[in-house]
C-alpha cells in the first residue's frame, strides 16, 4: 500500500462517529479545527513548561518502540508524567515478541493490566491501523513513527513551532521541506499538517533518488540553491539510512558540498527564515554546525514543543 492510501485508511479509524480523536494514527485529511485545538492547547503547555497537572491520574501510557529514538520516546514520557500519568516502557527487543508473540496480542496481553494509551513506533506501514482495529473502546493508539509512511506528533511540533515563529495564518508563508524527502515519514506528516493549514508555497527540495512521487501542490527542486531562495522556513531532513540499502548512500562529504545547509547557502532565504530539523542531526551532512548552532535554528525549540505536543495529544485522547 502506498503513503497516501495507507495515510487515507487510517484517517477513517482515528475519528469517533462525533468526529473526536480516538485515536492518532495520521495528520492526513485530519479536520483543521482539530489541527488548530491541538496546537492551541500545545502552546498553552509550552508557555508554562513547569506546571504539573493531574489530568490523566490514574491512566497508564505505555510506549512501545521497534525502531530507535530519543526526542519522541522521552517527550512522550515526558508528557505523560507532566499530566499525572503513570508509564510503561516496553523494551521491544526483550519483550516476548522475539519469542514469536503477535503485536496485536502483545497489546491484549497489556490492555489487561489497564493499560490506556500505546504510544508505537514501528517500521512496518499499517502496524498501527492494525493495532487501532483490536484495541478496546477507550484505549488510545499513537502513531510515534510509522515506516515512510507518517510521523504525526513530529507534525504537530513542527507546526507549533513555525506558529510560534511566524503567527498563525500560514497562507503568506514558502516552506522548504529539502534532503531525503523520500523516505521521510517526518516530511510526509508536515506537507500534511502544512496543507492543512493552508500554506502559502511548499517545496519539496531533494536530489534525484531522494525525490517522492509527484504530488498535487508541492512545487519540486533537485536543486538546494534554488529551492530555499525566499522561503520562510527551511526544513532540513537526514539520509534515512535505515530505509536505503548501503551501497546506495550517498558520500557524505559529496552530500554536504552538494545539498547540505551551509550559511552561505541559507543567505537565499529571506533574512528571518528559521531553520528547523526534526532529528537526530547528522552535522556536517545535511546540516553543517554554524547553521545548527547559529541564530536562525529552531531546532531545539522543536523539541522542547515535542512535550507540549504530546501533551496536547494524549490529554485529547485520555481526559475525561
Ligand atoms: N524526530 C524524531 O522522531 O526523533 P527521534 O527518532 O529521536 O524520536
Given amino acids: 500500500m502506498d503513503r497516501a492510501a495507507e495515510a487515507k485508511t487510517q484517517g477513517a479509524l482515528q475519528l469517533d462517529a462525533a468526529g473526536r480523536l480516538r485515536h492518532l494514527l495520521t495528520l492526513y485529511q485530519l479536520p483543521r479545527p482539530l489541527i488548530e485545538a491541538l496546537l492551541a492547547r500545545a502552546a498553552a503547555f509550552a508557555a508554562k513548561p513547569a506546571a504539573r497537572h493531574a489530568t490523566l491520574a490514574g ?94 506528533t513530529q507534525g504537530l511540533l513542527d507546526a507549533l513551532t513555525i506558529r510560534a515563529h511566524k503567527g498563525a495564518d500560514f497562507s503568506t508563508l514558502t516552506v522548504a521541506i529539502c534532503g531525503d524527502i523520500l523516505h521521510s515519514r517526518v516530511a510526509a506528516s508536515a506537507a500534511s499538517v502544512l496543507t492543512t493549514l493552508g500554506v502559502g508555497e511548499l517545496r519539496f527540495v531533494a536530489p534525484p533518488g531522494f525525490q517522492p512521487p509527484a504530488a498535487d501542490g508541492q512545487r519540486l527542486f533537485d536543486d538546494v540553491d534554488a529551492g530555499i531562495a525566499g522561503c520562510d522556513v527551511v526544513m532540513m531532513l537526514r539520509i534515512q539510512r535505515e530505509r536505503i540499502g548501503s551501497t546506495d548512500a550517498p558520500d557524505d562529504a559529496e552530500y554536504h558540498r552538494r545539498h547540505g545547509l551551509t550559511a552561505a547557502r541559507l543567505a537565499r532565504a529571506k533574512p528571518d527564515c528559521i531553520v528547523m530539523h526534526p532529528g537526530p542531526v547528522n552535522r556536517g551532512v545535511e546540516l553543517a554546525s554554524e547553521v545548527m548552532d547559529g541564530p536562525r535554528s529552531v531546532i531545539l525549540e522543536q523539541v522542547a514543543n515535542g512535550v507540549a505536543v504530546r501533551m496536547a495529544v494524549l490529554e485529547a485522547l485520555l481526559a475525561r
Fill in 59 to 152: 491512566r497508564c501510557v505505555a510506549s512501545l518502540f521497534f525502531e530507535p529514538s530519543t526526542r519522541t520516546r522521552a517527550s512522550f514520557e515526558l508528557a505523560a508524567h507532566r499530566l499525572g500519568a503513570t508509564t510503561l516502557n516496553l523494551e521491544a527487543e526483550r519483550s516476548s515478541a522475539v519469542k514469536g508473540e503477535t503485536l496485536e496480542d502483545t497489546l491484549l496481553n497489556l490492555q489487561a493490566m489497564g493499560v490506556d494509551a500505546f504510544v508505537v513506533r514501528h517500521a512496518e506501514a499499517g502496524v498501527h491501523a492494525r493495532l487501532a482495529r483490536v484495541a478496546q473502546a477507550g484505549v488510545a493508539i499513537v502513531n510515534a513513527g510509522e515506516a515512510n509512511v507518517s510521523h504525526p
